[in-house]
């Protein structure tokens, strides 16, 4: 495999550039066996999607995306192995024709599934996961060329080898739990106010399966995006409850939703941004797949010019969290794009923003440049402080490393499995030893 046959030099948002001396995508694995066993330094690529140094490596860059496509369903099992390197959105397209789905997805169906899972990506729903919570099986190859199949229930440290941050090896397949096809209609309500999302923050995201609301720390500038699956509206009808302000089928919607009117055309996330990038809003039903991301796969997702930051903290310091967060609105404003609020639910994958505790995410997507992105970023940190918050792996954060360690009651178990799984450190990097330095 030539040098230059691997991974882009720059991640997707191009604030790094990767030091790689080499950049592969191996055609099999057995040629991703020899590699690695003869790599001093390595680390796996996915889609880029990551704003920090996480996947940076001086030695060899390694994608999946040259390993032979796989998507194999087991429908006894309710379960599809697929190819580590594949985009959410290939997958998805693939399980729709069978008549499956998976549970959740994330804002991005651009990103790969290894990736999106090693990071904790995730979606929204006050009942939903992070996507790394549907794997049940990874099978990897490890620095010494060794192969590894872990799965749930089988191997007693399964959960440290899903959220693994690519320090265990090189995944090149996934088996993930399928749930039966359905179907998701979303609209979008305009204008909620700081008080109604402060009065109802809890109600607003039990509106529907998947609920997002975008902000720009205004008063009256949030966006709810409501996510509802058709047949549980049906149920919700026939049966004559829902929540209040946001009950019933999609086809008659609440006049208003605390205060929020419903868009009369497609938004986007940012305003002034083109809509035409979004996924079918209006109440229009659809394929989960077609509804779940906010972007469709063959436009440029995002703002595409951006820097990102998230972080976690658990669903009873919600509320105290976002009003902290207004208070410094016009702070961060000059710096920032848009931010987004999901749900998580709890997870018990050790490395998991989510995990042990229901989390509300507060995402922030800045403008590129990090020299005004990093005050923000900073000032964030200090009001959020308070709650303990976990940030995204993959994406820009400044909290101590001691801090973001001592967050995790898994750190040692993690460091101790990364030992076993990569005793010459091959695939440690300055980004790894700073949060979880060898055992």
């Known amino acids: 495999m030539a040098a230059d046959e691997g991974p882009s030099r720059r991640n997707w948002a191009g604030n790094v550039i990767f030091r790689a001396s080499r950049r592969a995508a191996p055609a099999s694995v057995e040629e991703l066996q020899e590699m690695l066993a003869g790599c001093r330094s390595a680390r796996p690529a996915g889609t880029g999607h990551s704003f920090n140094r996480i996947a940076d490596t001086d030695g060899t860059l390694i994608s999946t995306t040259g390993l032979p496509r796989l998507v194999r369903i087991d429908p006894a099992a309710r379960q599809a192995t697929v190819s580590a390197g594949l985009r959410y959105g290939d997958v998805a397209r693939e399980l729709v024709a069978a008549g499956w789905a998976l549970p959740n997805l994330g ?42 199949d872990v799965r749930r229930g089988v191997d007693p440290d399964f959960a440290g080898h899903i959220v693994a941050l690519g320090a265990l090896g090189v995944v090149v397949t996934m088996t993930l739990d399928l749930v039966d096809g359905f179907r998701v209609s979303q609209r979008v309500y305009d204008g909620l106010t700081r008080a109604a999302l402060l009065a109802h923050l809890d109600e607003l995201f039990a509106a529907a399966y998947s609920v997002s609301v975008f902000t720009t720390w205004e008063e009256d500038s949030a966006q709810v995006w409501l996510k509802r699956r058709v047949d549980e509206d049906a149920e919700a009808g026939e049966a004559g409850d829902g929540p209040e302000n946001g009950a019933g089928g999609d086809g008659d919607p609440p006049a208003e939703l605390f205060g929020a009117r419903p868009a009369s055309r497609p938004l986007h996330p940012i305003r002034g941004f083109d809509p035409r990038h979004t996924t079918q809003q209006l109440g229009v039903p659809g394929p989960w797949h077609e509804r779940l991301p906010h972007f469709r796969l063959n436009f440029t997702p995002s703002a595409g010019e951006e820097l990102q930051s998230e972080y976690f903290v658990a669903r009873e310091h919600a509320a105290a969290a ?64 308070p709650f303990s918050p976990r940030p995204h792996w993959g994406k820009i954060f400044t909290l101590p490393p001691e801090l973001v360690r001592a967050s995790y009651p898994r750190a040692e178990d993690f460091q101790a499995l990364a030992g076993r799984r990569d005793p010459d450190g091959v695939l440690r990097n300055p980004y790894l030893d700073s949060y979880f330095p060898p055992a």
């Open 107 to 148: 804002s991005l169906p651009h990103i790969s599934v290894a990736g999106a899972c090693a990071t904790a990506t995730h979606g929204s729903g006050d009942r939903n996961g992070n996507l790394a919570t549907s794997v049940a099986a990874v099978g990897m190859v490890t620095s010494s060329g060794e192969i590894l």
């Open 322 to 385: 976002v009003a902290a967060i207004f208070e410094i609105g016009a702070v961060i404003r000059p710096a920032l794009q848009v931010s987004e609020l999901r749900t998580v639910a709890a997870d018990d994958l050790w490395l998991s923003p989510a995990y042990q505790r229901d989390s509300l995410a507060l995402h922030f997507t800045w403008l590129p440049g990090e020299a005004i992105v990093r005050p923000a970023v900073a000032a964030v940190e200090r009001q959020l402080a």
